[in-house]
């Protein structure tokens, strides 16, 4: 089992930057592929970025691709997705999440943090 953390969502204006960690404790956080996944209101959860075990691979979202990175630092049990050129449609929770396999699918991923708010002011 691991447990996760979010911080860093804030209110920001458009075109702002933005640095969301999640911190993670319990099972070796090296054991588990990771992402961002997003939910605004009304709308369903959806992908942001996700990230192998080991950091070597990463798939984004066509609405973030260019604007968004997603690391982690498996020594730091930590995952950080930093975010440049924000956008009012941006807007949302934020969570991170862990899985046993890459995957864009938010289904496949078994421990979730609580969520950090993102606001962009437009």
């Known amino acids: 089992q691991v447990q996760l953390v979010e911080s860093g969502g804030r209110l920001v204006q458009g075109g702002d930057s933005l640095r969301l960690s999640c911190a993670a404790s319990?099972?070796?956080?090296?054991?588990?592929?990771a992402g961002w996944f997003r939910q605004a209101p009304g709308k369903e959860r959806e992908l942001v970025a996700v990230?192998?075990?080991?950091?070597?691979?990463?798939s984004y979202a066509d609405s973030v691709k260019g604007r968004f990175t997603i690391s982690r630092d498996n020594v730091k049990n930590a995952m950080y997705l930093q975010m440049n050129s924000l956008k009012h449609e941006d807007t949302a929770v934020y969570y991170c999440?862990?899985?046993?396999?890459?995957?864009?699918?938010?289904?496949?991923?078994?421990?979730w943090g609580q969520g950090t708010q993102v606001t962009v002011s437009s």
């Open positions: 990230i192998s075990r080991s950091g070597s691979t990463t």
């Open positions: 319990g099972r070796p956080f090296s054991d588990y592929a």
């Open positions: 999440a862990v899985g046993f396999t890459i995957s864009r699918s938010p289904g496949l991923y078994s421990f």
